[in-house]
């Protein structure tokens, strides 16, 4: 039996209960207790004054095969070196407190299980491998020059995810299941970062979504939508996907949709930030892209204000992948900037991204019987600038990460 001890932290719990002063008991690598000044005995005791203390924090769109892409570091990468530098990326998100991401594309089973068997560190994970795009879509890597090169290279653990009609649609499904997909992401719009898809234009029709989501649930699977353009949001929610991504073009009758259909919004208001960051420092992108990123940044903004004041469910997401990984917590500071008050947006970070993965029976706040993925640091909750600065240590199971070495005494 191991236990360890966090006294007299501020406790963020995850739910949105008024964070105070409180000691947290992990026994054997569940939560066993959490209330002030607890006084038991433990075999290690993480003194947490003056610190913050939160569940793991989730990102629930990431991407750690890529980062900060441009055409001429992808034309130049051999094709394995990304599983090496995928390694380094989780651990950095690891070390910043994200204890569960979601890659929304490019991460195989085999970059899952590395980190599952502990081969290498790293969040838990839920990965969709590829995005599933219609020809000339998002996912689509046909470049202007007839070559098809995209951000996650086609290979047995990566499949193509392009497809037309509900046939292929369901066929396409299943053999991301088979590879290992733990949930199905699909694009129903179009990007910025794809050379040639408009991101005002809807994608896919409703027959093909309806084969994709009726094949995902019955392997009890989720699907998560890029959906940029209003159209394309619309037919996402209306079809019974769980999530929008990004849902940069939200109308009100949009919001109304997701409100009704309880679909929660990822707004990974970071990405267009990272893209014209990378542009300003002349980074080499397609001009298409920057000028993509640019038309998308004000409305994206505004969007996600009038959906957070309509309360629709957000679920913390970066994409990060598209900018630097470990970067994450740089969100929280954004969606509060955008309406949500600080304990909101921990909120969004922790519980309500737990019930977005399906996980919340054991992970995303701080209460007895929850497994014990603790977040410990410096300063208070509602400071949320530079937090990623802050975090003093990272817990999995009531067991240190090695990336920052907690002081126990
Ligand atoms: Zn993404």
Known sequence: MTSTLFTGGTVVDGTLAQPSVADVLVVDGRVEQVGPGLGVEADRVVDCTGQTVTPGLFDCHVHVMFEQPSMVRILQTPFSLPFFEAAGRLR???????????????????????????LTPGPRMQIAINLISQTGGHGDDWQLCGAHVGLMPEHPGCPSAVVDGPVEMRKKVRE????GADVLKVATSGGVLSPRSNPLHGHLRDDEIDALVSEASAAGLHVMAHAQATDGIKAAVRGGIRSIE????LDDEAIEMMLDRGTWLVPT???????????????PLPDAVVAKARMVSEAHDDSVRRAIEAGVKVAMGTDSGVGEHGTNLDELAIMRDLGMS??????????????LLGVEEDYGTLEPGKVGDVVVLDGA?????GLGDRVRSVWLAGEPTPEREPVVT
């Open 92 to 118: 950095r998100t690891l070390a910043t407190g994200i204890t569960w991401v979601r890659d929304a594309g490019g991460a195989d089973l085999g970059v899952a299980e590395a980190v599952r068997r502990g």
């Open 176 to 179: 991301l299941i088979r590879a």
């Open 246 to 249: 990004h849902g940069i073009y």
């Open 269 to 283: 208001l970071l990405a267009p930030r990272a893209v014209l960051a990378q542009a300003d420092a002349g980074i």
């Open 342 to 355: 600080e304990i909101e947006a921990w909120h969004a970070t922790t519980r309500v991204a737990a019930e």
């Open 381 to 385: 909750y509602d400071d949320l600038a």
